[in-house]
T-cell receptor
Framework: QKEVEQNSGPLSVPEGAIASLNCTYS??????FFWYRQYSGKSPELIMS??SNGDKEDGRFTAQLNKASQYVSLLIRDSQPSDSATYLC????????????WGAGTKLIIKP | DAGVIQSPRHEVTEMGQEVTLRCKPI?????LFWYRQTMMRGLELLIY????????DSGMPEDRFSAKMPNASFSTLKIQPSEPRDSAVYFC?????????FGSGTRLTVV
C-alpha cells in the first residue's frame, strides 16, 4: 500500500454538481493533511489543511478527515469549469513536523 | 508565487551540459525543499534544508545532482552533466508551518 493513495482519475463532474475527491493513508502518516490544487503547467497551490477529525469548510470547499478509517476527502460544491485541475493530497509523517508525503493526484474535469 | 521565486522558468540544454536552477525564498521559513515532478513519478523530494543546512539528500538521484543554500534567501540546484532523463519540472518550496508554498518551477528539457 502506498503511504498516501489517490485515484488518478480523471474524475468528470458536471458543472454545478459536487465533486468528491478522496485520499487514503497508511499508519506512517500523521493526522495533518493538506489539499493542493495544481493547474496544468503551474505549481501546486495550497487549498486547505485539516488536522482534526471531522469537517472543515472554506467557501465552496470542505475537507473531511476520518482518522478511524484513515481517509481524507475534499468536497467542492457548485463545481465550476475553473475547478478543473489536478488535486494533490499530502500528509505529514508521524516522525516529522515539516516533511510531507504526497499522493499522485486526482485529475478533476468539470464539464460545462 | 510571491513567496518563492525560481529562475529560469524554462531551460533547454544539451546532454552533458551543466544546469543551475535558482530559488529565492522571500522570508519567514526554516525549511526549504527541492522537488522534481514528472508524469510518471509525480512529486519527488530531492533534498531539503533547515536553516540553510542540508538535512536529507537521499532523494538526489545520483552524484550528478548537488544543491547549496549559502543564505536564507538563496538556494541552487545543479546538475552536471545533464542527461535527457533529467527532463522534468523542478520546484522549490518553503514550509511556513501550515503547508508548503511553492515557486513557479523550472521546466528543464535536456536534449
Amino acid at each position: 500500500q502506498k503511504e498516501v493513495e489517490q485515484n488518478s482519475g480523471p474524475l468528470s463532474v458536471p458543472e454545478g454538481a459536487i465533486a468528491s475527491l478522496n485520499c487514503t493513508y497508511s499508519d506512517r502518516v500523521s493526522q495533518s493533511f493538506f489539499w493542493y490544487r495544481q493547474y496544468s503547467g503551474k505549481s501546486p497551490e495550497l487549498i486547505m489543511s485539516i488536522y482534526s477529525n471531522g469537517d472543515k469548510e472554506d467557501g465552496r470547499f470542505t475537507a473531511q478527515l476520518n482518522k478511524a478509517s484513515q481517509y481524507v476527502s475534499l468536497l467542492i460544491r457548485d463545481s465550476q469549469p475553473s475547478d478543473s485541475a489536478t488535486y494533490l493530497c499530502a500528509g505529514r509523517p508521524r516522525d516529522s513536523n515539516y516533511q510531507l508525503i504526497w499522493g499522485a493526484g486526482t485529475k478533476l474535469i468539470i464539464k460545462p | 508565487d510571491a513567496g518563492v521565486i525560481q529562475s529560469p522558468r524554462h531551460e533547454v540544454t544539451e546532454m552533458g551540459q551543466e544546469v543551475t536552477l535558482r530559488c529565492k525564498p522571500i522570508s519567514g521559513h526554516d525549511y526549504l525543499f527541492w522537488y522534481r515532478q514528472t508524469m510518471m513519478r509525480g512529486l519527488e523530494l530531492l533534498i531539503y534544508f533547515n536553516n540553510n543546512v542540508p538535512i536529507d539528500d537521499s532523494g538526489m538521484p545520483e552524484d550528478r545532482f548537488s544543491a547549496k543554500m549559502p543564505n536564507a534567501s538563496f538556494s541552487t540546484l545543479k546538475i552536471q552533466p545533464s542527461e535527457p532523463r533529467d527532463s522534468a519540472v523542478y520546484f522549490c518550496a518553503i514550509d511556513r508551518g501550515d503547508g508548503y508554498t511553492f515557486g513557479s518551477g523550472t521546466r528543464l528539457t535536456v536534449v
